[in-house]
């Protein structure tokens, strides 16, 4: 088996950006999120990523067919998104027959100004944001923090948050698309009140996370860590699980059954469960994150 390269879906979005670089070429249109990993995505092996989740060589014996797990995007935002919320998996199930959405963000570049939003200041009343609602304040109920570049965040399904403009963030999570706005600056978009309020964890979140060594986040949905690499190392897939590769930055080759294909930024490569060993080899500016479904 060989590694198989996760071709992007560029979708608009109004706080979109055109300027994509390093990892894509500019655009005439706004892109706020290119998608790596989702069910639709094509493949280099000629079938979308849905197809190939019904191969066990290729997800792994201990992982159902079905829905492919995780969902990959990088996001370019200059504005702010809504101040948001997504459902745990009970309710998301329940209400739209789908999972609901842990997610982490890795924050690949951040303008001076640029914040994020995760979690109430402190805990807050659902009467304190119905008024904030009312009064077009809820934003000022959030806990924001400066954004860096090479911050993780990670966020819980329920938890509320908003991400500023001038970022661009690589956003790991659950493979759904359940996303309730509670409050859109005044654009013209539908709003999800009552659904946000139902859902939501009313208290505050940690921020941004120290690194425990390469592992950035781990959750029963998903495992990430950061590797920097200089010169070949030597990898050894699982057999139960497949693993994510994304190309934050940097450039190297990537070897395996039999073929040496080069990495850069911006690109996602699956690899598969049986694939056995394969080798990255990297200059000193090469950056990785590998991504899995843990053990449960």
């Known amino acids: 088996m060989r590694p198989i390269a996760l071709l992007p879906k560029f979708v608009e979005r109004v706080w979109g950006a055109t300027a994509l670089e390093p990892w894509y070429p500019p655009v005439d249109r706004r892109i706020g999120e290119v998608w790596l990993s989702s069910d639709d995505i094509e493949t280099s092996e000629g079938q979308s990523l849905g197809e190939l989740t019904a191969r066990p060589e290729i997800l792994g014996t201990a992982l159902p067919a079905g829905r492919f797990p995780i969902l990959i995007k990088f996001l370019f935002t200059t504005e702010k998104l809504s101040v948001q919320v997504h459902p745990e998996d009970a309710y998301a199930l329940e209400h739209h027959q789908q999972p609901g959405k842990t997610e982490m963000w890795y924050v690949l570049t951040a303008e001076p100004e640029a914040v994020i939003a995760q979690g109430f200041a402190r805990e807050t009343t659902e009467a304190e944001l119905r008024q904030s609602l009312d009064e077009g304040t809820a934003e ?33 999570q659950q493979n759904s698309d359940v996303t309730y706005r509670l409050w859109d600056y005044g654009r013209p978009r539908e709003l999800h009140v009552e659904p946000s309020i139902a859902v939501l964890d009313w208290g505050p979140a940690p921020g941004p996370l120290a690194p425990a060594g390469d592992l950035l986040a781990s959750c029963p949905y998903f495992a990430t860590e950061r590797r920097r690499l200089d010169g070949p190392t030597v990898w050894q897939s699982d057999p139960e699980r497949f693993h994510l590769l994304v190309v934050t930055r940097g450039a190297g080759l990537l070897s395996g059954g039999g073929e040496v294909e080069e990495l850069r930024a911006g690109q996602a490569w699956l690899v598969p469960a049986a694939m056995g060993s394969y080798i990255v080899d990297g200059t000193p500016e090469l950056e990785l994150l590998r991504v899995w479904v843990p053990s449960r």
């Open 140 to 172: 000022s109920l959030l806990a924001w923090w400066p954004a860096a570049a090479g911050q993780t965040y990670f966020t819980p399904a329920r938890t509320v948050h908003a991400i500023g403009g001038g970022l661009a963030i690589c956003e790991i």
